[in-house]
């Protein structure tokens, strides 16, 4: 398989002159493909296949131990003009950074394969999708672009009818972490990458492309690419609602966009169509309606149990990479709190010893099929995609946030979705309970000026009277014993009817300083052990801590500057007047 697109193979050319591969091959996304690698890396060793009886078609890939995350230190924008990457991330001039990179890259796939990868971020029959292709020299990457996007012969053939598309270049080099890099060229529409085989730094159409160079895509045509999950809540007489929510980590993305309703909650259901990225386009009409450019879901593997995420435990047990788990004497794949088993090796092949950490890499992960989700809605695939009735941002805090409140208007949603914070946990380096603001949760995300993103965000409105209700949400208050006074998990599906409630008008809110909140007795909750006095506490404001919080909100706008909307400082001003005159 080649091209018949003259800049297509152009570039092919010049990559491989540069790389000097000793072999090059046009990936076609086939089930034989897929099949031939994995077998390819099996005998090599990059992949160990698993217990076949408990997780046919399941296989391990243990990376190197200097790379098992996101490198955000090593990853650039390099745009022209170093206030267009804004003080949100991390800046190179485009010439510098290609030079620096280039020479990473001379001669980098001598002895290895040349992989080709067309793929498509979204429904392939789309108008909001977009086009990539991926080079790569590590048959890993492959296989992982296979189970997240849609991948091979139809991609290619759009690209080469449309003719654009995002230049993704990889390289694993030698892992050297001094010699690895992740930079991006948003007015280049391009991608290089070196150094790494992690996830999330070499699958180039995950947070690279879908996110950082998609941001910036959106802004320049109309509409927005975001870390949000999209799921589908279904009431007993069929009629559904599409929310979009965006949490940092650790904040439950992946367990709310698989929850299972609870028992009490009989008739309701939900629906996945994304775990991490939404795309959000206005249709003819005024409505924003959102894709999931992914086919398939990279998630963290520890803490995955029957309880707090049966669909996504399920999903897993079969035709499944993990990367860095551990695993049992039986070669069934462990990871801490699976509540099953006992580990036998680490993660990194190591007989498990407790003196050398966690059996499974805290990181640890599994890329799979979206469609392996017992919960999977076929409208992930909808051209069209779907209507959003609410757009919810969310964070962890022990004590400042309620357990729901609602923008006043859009505008003030904007705000909200700016000042998200969470507070770091033991599970994070550094100290724990430190307030860490991601606004939008698109902090190591966002491809440009977070001044300029928030600009955009307010100009929606000026574009439709249609658009979704903006709403908070915070599953972890705890009282002074530091017990959370929400028990969360499938639960969360009430704290959702109330906001669907609200996007229909058929509940009433009460007005406080920071949005409008639940009335006594709007939240559902029946057969649920959760007093009245608790859910008072969990609705609770105090005046004096949200003051502090607006100063803290109101210092981190100010890095912004010049480019900081006035319309969102107005905002902000709003909010302290009002808590002002509450106190």
């Keep these: 398989m080649t091209t ?12 491989a002159k540069l790389t000097q591969p000793e072999d090059i091959h046009w990936c076609n996304g086939s089930e034989a493909e897929y099949k031939r690698l994995i077998n390819q890396m099996c005998r090599s060793g990059d992949l160990i296949p698993l217990n076949e009886d408990d997780y046919p078609n399941c296989y391990l890939h243990r990376s190197d131990p200097s790379d098992v995350a996101r490198v955000e230190h090593l990853t650039y924008i390099c745009t022209r003009n170093e206030a267009d990457a804004g003080p949100n991330n991390h800046w190179m001039s485009p010439a510098d950074a290609h030079r620096k990179i280039d020479a990473l890259f001379e001669a980098a796939m001598q002895g290895r394969t040349m992989y080709i990868i067309p793929y498509c971020m979204g429904p392939i029959d789309s108008p909001y999708a977009r086009l990539g292709i991926e080079i790569t020299d590590s048959p890993y990457v492959v296989v992982n672009m296979k189970l997240m996007t849609r991948m091979g012969a139809k991609a290619l053939r759009r690209i080469e009818k449309e003719g654009t598309f995002v230049k993704g270049l ?8 001094q010699r690895r890099f992740i930079m991006h060229f948003p007015e280049e529409l391009s991608i290089k990458s070196i150094g790494s085989g992690y996830g999330g730094n070499a699958l180039l159409g995950k947070k690279c492309h879908a996110l950082r160079i998609a941001s910036w895509q959106a802004r320049t045509e109309g509409w927005l690419a975001e870390h949000m999950l999209i799921v589908g809540v279904e009431n007993p007489d069929g009629v559904i609602h599409y929310i979009a929510c965006a949490f940092p980590s650790a904040c439950g993305k992946t367990n709310l966009a698989m929850l299972v309703p609870p028992e009490s909650q009989q008739g309701w259901k939900v629906w996945t169509l994304g775990d991490d990225i939404a795309w959000l386009h206005m249709d003819e009409g005024g409505k924003l309606r959102a894709i999931n450019p992914e086919a398939g879901y990279f998630g963290v593997v520890p803490g995955t149990n029957t309880k707090s995420n049966k669909n996504a435990y399920d999903m897993i047990k079969h035709d499944t990479i993990f990367t860095n788990v551990a695993t049992t004497a039986d070669n069934l794949p462990w990871w801490e709190d699976k509540k099953t088993g006992t580990p036998a ?12 950490g966690p059996a499974a890499h805290p990181n640890s992960r599994f890329t799979v099929s979206a469609t392996n989700n017992p919960s999977y809605s076929s409208l992930a695939d909808a051209p069209a995609g779907v209507p959003i009735s609410a757009v919810v941002f969310g964070g962890r805090r022990k004590e400042l946030a309620p357990l729901v409140y609602e923008a006043r208007n859009w505008r003030h949603g904007v705000l909200v979705g700016a000042g998200v914070a969470s507070e770091t946990t033991a599970a994070a380096a550094g100290a724990v309970g430190v307030v860490r603001r991601d606004p939008m949760a698109m902090s190591p995300f966002c491809g440009y000026n977070f001044g300029d993103y928030w600009a955009h965000w307010l100009s929606f409105e000026q574009r439709s009277k249609h658009l979704p209700k903006i709403f908070h949400v915070n599953w972890f208050r705890q009282d002074k014993a530091g017990k959370f006074l929400w028990p969360g998990f499938g ?3 009430r704290v959702l009817r109330w906001i669907i409630e609200r996007c229909d008008n058929k509940v009433g809110a009460k007005e406080t300083p920071i949005g409008l909140m639940p009335n006594a007795g709007d939240i559902d909750l029946k057969d649920l052990d959760v007093s009245e006095e608790t859910m008072g506490a969990l609705l609770s404001i105090d005046i004096e801590q949200w003051q502090q919080e607006m100063d803290s909100i109101g210092e981190y706008l100010e890095g912004y500057g010049d480019r900081l909307p006035d319309e969102l400082w107005q905002e902000h001003q709003q909010v302290v007047d009002a808590l002002k005159q509450a106190g």
């Design 4 to 15: 018949t697109l003259s800049a297509l193979q152009d570039w092919v050319d010049q990559v």
């Design 170 to 177: 990889h390289s694993t080099g030698d892992l050297d972490p």
């Design 345 to 356: 090796f680490d993660w990194q092949g190591r007989k498990y010893d407790p003196e050398n």
């Design 491 to 493: 639960e969360n599906l």
